[in-house]
């Protein structure tokens, strides 16, 4: 079972486009992917930009400083190339911390993804949830204050899953991955104590809802998964309304072309290629940015968490 939360975006009116809007759909990785295919079936008539800061992935371990800077440098290229009209970021490690920042500077309107902890603790039953995610959204301070404020009357366990997303990112590039592993993962959200047990998990990074179906295969007992996507793609929408951008109208014919970006292009393989296809980005650039100059620190963690 899927759930809908909102998705925190601001906007700011723009005069009617007489064209469909330009997309730009941003993440560390692939796991913006999930979000992607929900904006596409909302929007089909969009031009949609993939970008995928995988020469910085994964997020999750960097300090904080580090990870705005990162963003900074990555989005200031990226909206000045491929001029979209709105940014969602696909990314809830990235959007706890980037988004004041980049609404400051751009006279755009920008879509983040954060834990869906609130329709977590509505859902439950036992009033035991679990949020799944990296390392970086378990520690940090918008978290907790989305559970002081949504879920007081909740036990609430945080699970940093170290390799989740890279699991899922091998999945996908046709790497091998175990059961054991996932399982591994995971094990830490299902919690049974005093007679109640997990019975709601929050997919609280965008990579894991790429493995559903090993999830719900390996999950200890049956839960509900929270997967933000379909709801990330309805706010987007209704910013471009207030955009003015004309509604889709369900008109029949093929997508305009959608295109991926890569800051690295490492995890491109041929197996990626086809998967990225099917997926309806057939069109893979590699712009390479990589970690170097004011990012250091960047540097010496990601060698860190790969080690």
Known sequence: MRIDRPADAAFR?????????????????????????????????????????????????????????????????????????????????????????????????????????KPAAATSASKRISVLATAGTVKRDYTQALIASFAADC???????????????????????????????????????????TDVVVLACTHYPLLQAELERLAPWPVTWIDSAPAIARRAVQLL????????????????PAKAVFTGGAIVTDRLRAALAARGLPDIVVDAMPLAG??????????????
């Open 13 to 117: 009116p723009a005069v009617m486009p007489l064209r469909p809007p330009k997309v730009l759909v941003f993440d560390s990785g692939l796991g913006g992917l999930t979000v992607f295919a929900e904006l596409r079936k909302a929007r089909p008539d969009a031009h949609f930009v993939y970008a995928a800061d995988d020469a910085g992935f994964p997020y999750g371990r960097l300090g904080e400083s580090d990870l705005i800077a990162r963003v900074d440098r990555v989005m200031d290229r990226l909206i000045a190339q491929h001029e979209p009209d709105i940014v969602v970021i696909a990314c809830n490690t990235a959007s706890t911390l980037v988004l004041p920042g980049l609404r400051a500077r751009y006279r755009l309107p920008f879509v983040g993804t954060v834990p869906a902890i």
């Open 241 to 256: 309304l207030e955009q003015g951008f004309a509604p889709h109208l369900g008109e029949t014919g093929a997508s305009p």
């Open 155 to 197: 036990t609430v366990t945080l699970v940093g899953a170290p390799r989740l997303a890279g699991l899922a990112e091998d999945a996908l590039t046709g790497q091998p991955v175990g059961d054991v592993d996932i399982a591994a993962e995971i094990a830490p959200a299902f919690v049974a104590e005093g007679g109640a047990r």
């Open 294 to 307: 004011s990012e250091p620190a960047i540097e010496v963690a990601l060698a860190a968490s790969r080690a």
